[in-house]
């Protein structure tokens, strides 16, 4: 019984070990010459980028809030775009000089990469140990170590996308859809439902807030971003509300 116990305690040793995130293994490809990140003009590595990773372009969630990393790039005409799928999250918005990526190991959590957008043979894929990423992404309960986390949060900007002087609220399933997505674009039908997407005000503030029966009528069941943004930079004209969800 001993020798069975040592061996599940060293197979669950090894598993841990060897266990990594999909940005890793990725970047054991690139410098084992398996794989080859390709560069082209408008999205730099994205496209390629996402093919990699088997990223669908259909998960595109557009984020108009200064909320980021690469906050002062960040606009409603200008938003950053969100790709997923189960274990990865990549952000770009155009022109920007770095592309942000969220990578997820079943054993280890989650990890922070930046991409630079700059032509290389070999690109290299550098780990953010926390400093940028850690006003936000962190277990509050953990501090002073930084132990990274996913999240989503909802606050209504002005129409630079600011929104200093507010806090914004995480959302998760349990929230009602009146208090989702403020600082998103929400593309897509949902009856007579109402929600915080597609907002900007005069002043920022909280998605807590009331917000008026005009306000709600032109942002909601919006299919079409053109009126509000140049969608032709972005791989996807639409942030849909099913992805969001």
Known sequence: MKAVWISIILFVTAAAAAASDPISELQQRITAGQSK???EKDHGYLVSLLKLLKVPVS???LVFSKTSLQSERISPKTPRAIYFNDDVYVAWIPDAPLIEIMSVDPVKGSAFYILDQERSQRP????S???DCSVCHYVPEAAPKFVPRLMFSSVIPDATGNVEGTFPIEIGDQNPMKERWGGWYVTGTHGTQSHAGNVVLNRPSSVMAPLAAAVLAK????V????RLNTAPYLSPHSDIVALM
Do not use: A, I, K, P
């Not at 942002?219 to 919006?222: C, E, M």
């Not at 079409?224 to 009126?227: A, P, R, V």
């Open 37 to 39: 990140l390709e560069f």
């Open 59 to 61: 998960s595109q969630t």
């Open 124 to 127: 290299v894929f550098e780990r």
């Open 129 to 131: 140990t926390g400093h």
């Open 219 to 222: 942002s909601s069941n919006v």
């Open 224 to 227: 079409d971003l053109s009126s």
